[in-house]
Antibody, heavy 121, light 107 residues
């Protein structure tokens, strides 16, 4: 079955750019939306954005000015960049596949194991 | 902005029924889904499209959605069901919105 694995630096300095990659295995990345979701320690889930394999994106309005997502179908990977990070961006970052039926936005399944990113100097 | 509100905690005795609510404006007009998250683990989908169970999810998990409230019901709750549960829906302005989360304790 499809599995997702996040990778990237676990420590990022304030004001710099957080960069993460999600590698999809066990299936093709094509013809799906893929998302990033984060969770600060002890807190709830926050959707960051989604990307279709064509490159079309939608972002959370609260993060839109700082988020860029991209996809590399040849590597079965998609990526997240979050600029100008602060301590408030410290969280576990998850990647997930979006499943949906026609006309609906869908749900997330499966999720990656998550990667902790700490913003600190 | 669109918000989904859940009770912070629900307690249930083993073998009894746990009900977790998720409230949002006209939520019944949208599709709701539910995730289970155990400590240190990634969320797992347990209900999608209001009431459908993914393959591998026990039948004791069921869902409904009407009016302003979606409900996740766990019948015959087991100790292994102790976890945090999050609802989720789509809003045309905010995108994917998650509920505030409910910690289910099996006493």
């Amino acid at each position: 079955q499809v599995q997702l694995q996040e990778s990237g630096p676990g420590l990022v300095k304030p004001s710099e750019t957080l960069s993460l990659t999600c590698t999809v295995s066990g299936g093709s990345i094509s013809s799906y939306y893929w998302s990033w979701i984060r969770q600060p320690a002890g807190k709830g889930l926050e959707w960051i954005g989604r990307i279709y394999t064509s490159g079309s994106t939608n972002y959370n309005p609260s993060l839109k000015s700082r988020v860029t997502m991209s996809v590399d179908t040849s590597k079965n990977q998609f990526s997240l960049k979050l600029s100008s990070v602060t301590a408030a961006d410290t969280a576990v970052y998850y990647c997930a596949r979006v499943l949906a039926v026609a006309g609906t936005a869908g749900w997330f399944d499966p999720w990656g194991q998550g990667t902790l990113v700490t913003v600190s100097s | 902005s669109y918000e989904l509100t859940q009770p912070p905690s629900v307690s249930v005795s083993p073998g009894q029924t746990a009900s977790i609510t998720c409230s949002g404006d006209k939520l019944g007009d949208k599709y709701a889904c539910w995730y289970q998250q155990k400590p240190g683990q990634s969320p797992v989908l347990v209900i999608y499209q209001d009431s459908k169970r993914p393959s591998g999810i026990p039948e004791r998990f069921s869902g409904s959605n009407s009016g302003n409230t979606a409900t996740l019901t766990i019948s015959g709750t087991q100790a292994m069901d102790e976890a945090d549960y999050y609802c989720q829906a789509w809003d045309s302005s905010r995108g994917y919105v998650f509920g505030t989360g409910t910690k289910v304790t099996v006493l």
